[in-house]
């Protein structure tokens, strides 16, 4: 039996035809057309299930013509019949109709990284997802030196070497100066850099630390700005670090503490007392009155302040107080013998033996105030020999060594 054979197709049913098409077939506008050579055109069709392998899909807004391309899913980069320029992978969004290229549109590329482009179509913004990073070039699009801000999971680079940091970073116009980081890995903050070769400053955000500033244990960091200073023990590096009140309810008085120096250890505190000056015996505590421990035979008087002395802001060393002696004394008469000032307290410029006149009293029950180089404060009557009871600190400022 000879195959079936017409005008259209050939007997084993391929096209004779150069094509068969609808009546109402224009290119690029009605109708359809299934051509000789495999291609086809159709307009209006619905298809149910089945699968698109390879290709290029493109997508108009109306008539296609340069400029009406709105969407383009391709393998590779390339350009239709009318001239609108796509990309690799999925693209969409507005194409010239001058130029035929793509403006602003948004896209995926085939590693599945999402981009936004300007209207010069340009990329000012680019995700990672695989290695959480979202990046923010300027108006030239993505390029080395052209990231301005980032907001990644862990520090890394970019496809095009920029180097980010982790959480939220800004950075100067080359795109390598960090302006300001928020810490995501491990840390909590912010990092400021003014310009190239300056040492980064920071902020913390509120926080729990432990017990410094002199304000008890587990305070509040409200807030903290380092630059440059080397890190503290129980607190975040920090030049000036606000505290407020502590939590386990020993404090509630917010203060603010400064450090700095070559060690980076407190200068001073500033809290209800005013400026206080910081401890010159252990390192980032806010300075306090410290009690003098007296010698055997002086008591302190009811209603008076123990003897006592302090390190003021300005360097100095302030006494106060008033000490009763068991009988009066008519000699020099050793206050804390015992127990002499620290050597951070002591007076400056006298040498071992040396007494130092602190205070001097009119003649009377109360004795001039004296120091050695060892730190013992004296009771010395005034004039010489005349019987006295009573040593008053109050008012006693001296230079330390």
Not at 66 to 77: P, Q, Y
Not at 102 to 117: C, K, P, S, V
Not at 181 to 192: H, K, M, T
Request: charge should be negative; proline fraction near 4%; hydrophobic fraction near 35%.
């Amino acid at each position: 039996m000879m195959a079936f054979s017409h005008d259209i197709a050939g007997g084993q049913g391929n096209l004779i035809a150069t094509s068969v098409q609808s009546p109402n077939f224009t290119t690029g506008v009605s109708g359809w057309q299934i051509a000789k050579d495999g291609s086809a055109q159709f307009n209006n069709v619905t298809i149910r299930g089945g699968e698109t392998v390879g290709g290029t899909t493109l997508l108009y807004n109306g008539t296609p013509a340069k400029g009406s391309l709105f969407c383009a899913i391709a393998e590779t980069a390339g350009s239709d019949e009318y001239g609108n320029v796509y990309g690799q992978g999925f693209n969409m969004g507005v194409w010239s109709a001058l130029s035929g290229v793509q403006e602003q549109h948004f896209g995926i590329d085939d590693q599945g990284n999402l981009y936004l482009a300007n209207s010069s179509g340009a990329t000012a913004i680019y995700m990672d997802p695989d290695n959480g990073f979202i990046g923010i070039y300027d108006s030239s699009g993505t390029g080395d030196g052209n990231l301005i801000t980032s907001l990644a999971s862990s520090a890394g680079t970019d496809a095009w070497g920029n180097a980010y940091v982790d959480g939220f970073g800004t950075y100067g116009s080359d795109g390598a100066q960090i302006i300001a980081e928020f810490y995501a890995d491990g840390e909590s903050g912010i990092l400021l850099a003014p310009q190239s070769g300056l040492t980064p400053d920071k902020i913390y955000p509120p926080q729990a630390v432990g017990g410094t500033g002199g304000s008890g244990t587990g305070q509040w960091l409200a807030l903290g700005l380092i630059s440059g200073a080397t890190a503290q023990t129980g607190v975040p590096e920090s030049q000036v670090t606000l505290y407020g009140g502590s939590s386990d309810g020993t404090t509630s008085i917010p203060h603010v503490s400064v450090y700095g120096g070559s060690s980076g250890d407190m200068i001073c505190d500033i809290n209800e007392h005013g400026i206080v000056a910081a401890n010159p015996t252990t390192a980032n505590i806010a300075e306090t009155w410290h009690t003098i421990t007296l010698d055997s035979g002086w008591s302190v008087p009811s209603g008076y302040p123990a003897p006592r002395y302090r390190l003021l802001p300005d360097g100095n060393v302030q006494l106060d107080g008033l000490a009763e002696y068991s009988s009066a004394f008519t000699a020099a008469t050793s206050l804390c013998a015992s127990n002499p000032l620290p050597t951070e307290y002591r007076i400056a410029g006298y040498s071992s033996g040396t007494d130092a006149i602190l205070k001097g009293m009119s003649a009377g029950v109360r004795a001039c105030v004296q120091m050695n180089a060892s730190g013992v404060i004296y009771a010395t009557p005034y004039p010489s020999g005349t019987s006295c009871s009573y040593i008053d600190l109050s008012n006693c400022i001296y230079t330390v060594t």
